[in-house]
C-alpha cells in the first residue's frame, strides 16, 4: 500500500509559480510511475503531468511545469510556471505500478487527497 499527501497549493497571480509537492508515507516512489491531476469544478479529472523512467506532460501545460522527484524524499515535485486562471483545480498526485497507460488515470491504484491551486487574474 502506498500512502500520498499533497502539499504547497496556495493562491496565485496569473503569471506567478507554485512549486506542490507528492510526499510517499513510508514508502518510495522509484519503482511506481507517479502522476499529477487536477480537476475544477464541474469537469472531468485530467491528466497534468507523469514522470517514470521519462517524462510526459498534457500539451496544455507542456513548456510551463515541470515534474521531478527527490528519491532521498520520497517526493515528486510538480513545478507550474507561467500560471494562468485555467490552471485553477484540485490537484492530485497518483501512483501505479506498471508504467504504461499514464496519461489514464482509471489506470492509478493510488491517490492522494488533492491540494487547491487557485490562480486570480
Known amino acids: 500500500q502506498v500512502q500520498l499527501v499533497e502539499s504547497g497549493g496556495g493562491l496565485v497571480q496569473a503569471g506567478g509559480s507554485l512549486r506542490v509537492s507528492c510526499a510517499a508515507s513510508?514508502?518510495?516512489?522509484?519503482?511506481?510511475?507517479i502522476g499529477w491531476f487536477r480537476q475544477a469544478p464541474g469537469k472531468e479529472r485530467e491528466f497534468v503531468a507523469g514522470?517514470?523512467?521519462?517524462?510526459y506532460y498534457a500539451d496544455s501545460v507542456k513548456g510551463r511545469f515541470t515534474i521531478s522527484r527527490d528519491v532521498a524524499k520520497n517526493t515528486v515535485y510538480l513545478q507550474m510556471n507561467s500560471l494562468k486562471p485555467d490552471d485553477t483545480a484540485v490537484y492530485y498526485c497518483a501512483a501505479k505500478e506498471f508504467w504504461v497507460r499514464i496519461t489514464d488515470p482509471n489506470r492509478y491504484d493510488y491517490w492522494g487527497q488533492g491540494t487547491q491551486v487557485t490562480v486570480s487574474s
Open positions: 514522470i517514470t523512467g521519462s517524462t
Open positions: 513510508g514508502r518510495t516512489f522509484s519503482r511506481y510511475a
